[in-house]
């Protein structure tokens, strides 16, 4: 079965340091990766995703990861973290030949940004 | 507009009462989900449906129910509940491109936060 793994569970960072998120996944197939975000006591929210094309993906709030398929990594990138971005942050991967999204969740990552 | 809506927001029941969770979407998506997310843990797939057809179960207990009564809702009847079934329970739904390569991009609610006494 699919298994992601984000091996970074609690990160404390200053304002205006780089952040750098690890996401590795077991599947050996095609895969469509994502980051979400869930801010304090909000839902959900999609950061970015990879389909296909380009291994560098920009999404919002500056953030962006890269897909480095040899290492089943999809890790997450910001070069200066604000406040705002504190934050749980969970990669996710689904299997595109199932024909269904059938998301699997890394145990996610929080992050805590001092001002 | 990509919102997707619950309700409740809360919801505490005791072990013999019979709930319902409601979720909405009106961005003509084709799937929908529920994930069970237990605190500080990632969210874990319970059900899928697209077309209003139950297309995933997850080994779900049946006191969880799903139900679709058309594309835009989504619900989940409760009943019988167990105290470790309280959790966070998230909505979600996507454009369900079918056949063998997906491309969705899934859409979260904010969730029902529910306590089983």
């Known amino acids: 079965a699919q298994s992601v793994s984000q091996h970074n569970h609690h990160v404390i960072l200053s304002e205006a340091a780089s952040l750098e998120l690890g996401c590795n996944y077991s599947?050996?197939?095609?895969?469509?990766l994502f980051w979400y975000v869930q801010y304090p006591g909000q839902h959900l929210q999609l950061l970015l995703k990879?389909?296909?094309?380009?291994?560098l993906v920009k999404g919002i709030k500056g953030f962006e990861a890269e897909f480095i398929k040899s290492k089943f990594s999809f890790n997450l990138r910001k070069p200066s973290v604000q406040w705002s971005d504190t934050a749980e942050y969970f990669c996710a991967v689904n299997e595109v030949n199932t024909g269904f999204q059938k998301l699997v969740f890394g145990t996610g990552t929080r992050l805590l940004v001092s001002p | 507009d990509t919102e997707v809506t619950q309700t409740p927001k809360h919801l505490v029941m005791g072990m013999t009462n019979k709930k319902s969770l409601k979720c909405e979407q009106h961005m003509g998506h084709r799937a929908m989900y529920w994930y069970k997310q237990k605190a500080k843990k990632p969210p874990e797939l319970m059900f899928v449906y697209s077309y209003e057809k139950l297309s995933i179960n997850e080994s779900v207990p049946s006191r969880f129910s799903p139900e679709c009564p058309n594309s835009s809702l989504l619900n989940l009847h409760l009943h019988a509940l167990q105290p470790e079934d309280s959790a966070l329970y998230l909505c979600?739904?996507?454009?369900?491109?079918?056949?063998?390569?997906?491309?969705?991009?899934?859409?979260f609610g904010p969730g029902t936060r529910l306590t089983v006494l």
């Open positions: 979600a739904s996507s454009q369900f491109s079918g056949g063998g390569y997906s491309t969705d991009t899934q859409y």
């Open positions: 990879y389909f296909s094309g380009d291994p």
């Open positions: 599947y050996g197939g095609t895969v469509n």
